[in-house]
């Protein structure tokens, strides 16, 4: 996504407004036992809702295995009234920001944490002089990853290699 194009809709203005009090920490990663807790329930609450399959893995080894990484990764932690709500695992790179992966507690839902996660690293981006955000793979029709579309402008990289505007008109 490129950063100085990103005009947000409205939508995207009223969850900045909602999430005036989160706070963001950005630290090393790392696995706990609250971080552990947090991924179980965002991703039992997925299954219910989402049809995501059962893990078959312990969640602190899937964590681990994100965070183990020959790249300097970010733990980017989301906190409300000192309650840590949400975690995205960011990629610092050279020219911008990329998402790897992110849970957060189904309970802040109404928060819309998905976009927060986003509007924060274009945040992020812009502080840091940026140009741009990659929020990783986009599947069409999966609800997990519809929110990365609704945020415009973007590029999409054909299968020939190359990099094209694209805008979702939302």
Not at 11 to 21: F, W
Not at 61 to 88: C, H, V
Not at 120 to 136: C, R, T, W
């Amino acid at each position: 996504m490129l950063v100085n194009e990103f005009k947000p809709n409205r939508n995207q203005r009223r969850v900045a407004k909602a999430n005036l009090d989160t706070e963001l920490r950005i630290a090393v990663p790392s696995v706990t036992k609250e971080k552990v807790a947090l991924y179980i329930r965002h991703h039992e609450h997925h299954t219910e809702t989402r049809g995501w399959p059962r893990r078959e893995n312990s969640p602190a080894a899937t964590i681990s295995s994100m965070i183990k990484n020959p790249f300097p990764m970010q733990e980017w932690q989301y906190y409300r009234d000192g309650k840590l709500i949400a975690i995205s695992y960011i990629d610092p790179l050279p020219m911008g920001f990329s998402g790897v992966y992110f849970y957060y507690d189904p309970d802040y839902r109404h928060l819309s944490p998905g976009t927060w996660i986003v509007l924060s690293m274009l945040e992020q981006a812009k502080l840091n002089e940026k140009p741009y955000v990659y929020l990783g793979y986009y599947v069409q029709n999966c609800g997990s990853m519809e929110y990365k579309a609704r945020f415009d402008p973007h590029q999409i990289l054909t299968p020939s290699g190359e990099w094209v505007p694209h805008e979702s008109n939302e």
